[in-house]
């Protein structure tokens, strides 16, 4: 079964600092397998502190495994637990880091993932947006968070105009009919490097293919996170950010519509 990596990953510090992740095995990832010396440090970085999208305090939050105002605080795992401080615990096991890291909310940080897909007409080969994230460098699906309030039918427009269109109206931009299809092809936890104990990332992955070359006379240009876009074959191996990997695999063994 599944067993989250990335976010264990010890050979770097945590993304944007200087601390290090306390070193899980495999075998001790789940929080059933007793750990005696686990003694993970605590990080919240401090300049996210008061940004309008990080959570409060955990005190101040109450409705924890449900949609809370405009905030979805369900994550699509399971019900999550909470530790001795009363925060969110990952249900997918350790990462040898708690408090929230770089991640603004408490429990599940909500995504959505859209893989916009072509037949190359020179190739014939399948193809797919791909961005490369400033963060990390690595190459990815433009993704993002989830608004408050927005829902991910939205986020999964957004994101792909701000971060591949660099931020053109995509209903404005005739591009109706490549939205009109989309198919869901996964709904749950992402192996994020940004993970910690009590917050991590959650995703709706959906699949945009472009059937009548819409995309052929509009101009894909990377933006705002994103600091390179190319398409990307579905069959090449670029290593990719997070579970995205994974994510072009589910599309990979769901190419009936082509
Ligand atoms: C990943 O982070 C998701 O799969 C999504 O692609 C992305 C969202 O975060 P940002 O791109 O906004 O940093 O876990
Ligand atoms: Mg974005
Ligand atoms: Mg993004």
Request: with cysteine.
């Amino acid at each position: 079964s599944f067993v989250h990596k990335k976010c264990r990953n010890t050979e770097v510090p945590y993304l944007l600092s200087d601390l290090y992740r306390f070193p899980v095995p495999d075998e001790f990832v789940k929080w059933s397998k007793k750990m005696d010396n686990y003694a993970p440090k605590e990080y919240t970085d401090p300049k996210n502190l008061g940004k309008p999208w990080m959570d409060p305090e955990v005190s101040s939050i109450s409705k924890w495994n449900s949609i809370d105002g405009k905030i979805n605080r369900k994550s699509y795992v399971s019900l999550y637990a909470f530790d001795e401080h009363l925060r969110p615990i990952n249900p997918m096991g350790r990462t040898g880091i708690c408090g929230r890291g770089i991640l603004g909310r408490w429990g599940p940080n909500h995504a959505a993932d859209p893989i916009v897909t072509r037949k190359n007409p020179e190739t014939s080969a399948l193809e797919f947006v791909a961005i490369q994230r400033k963060d990390n460098g690595e190459w990815a699906i433009p993704g993002g968070m989830v608004d408050a309030g927005e829902n991910v039918s939205e986020t999964l427009k957004r994101e792909f105009s701000e971060e591949a269109m660099s931020g053109v109206n995509v209903d404005a931009k005739d591009l109706k009919k490549l939205w009109e299809n989309g198919r869901e092809l996964y709904r749950g936890y992402v192996d994020d490097p940004r993970n910690t104990d009590n917050a991590w990332m959650e995703t709706v992955v959906v699949n945009f293919h472009d059937s009548e070359n819409i995309l052929k006379n509009i101009k894909l240009q990377a933006g705002d996170d994103a600091i390179a876009l190319r398409w990307i074959e579905l069959d090449s191996d670029v290593p990719l950010y997070a579970s995205h990997r994974h994510f072009i695999d589910l599309l990979k063994n769901n190419l009936h519509f082509v």
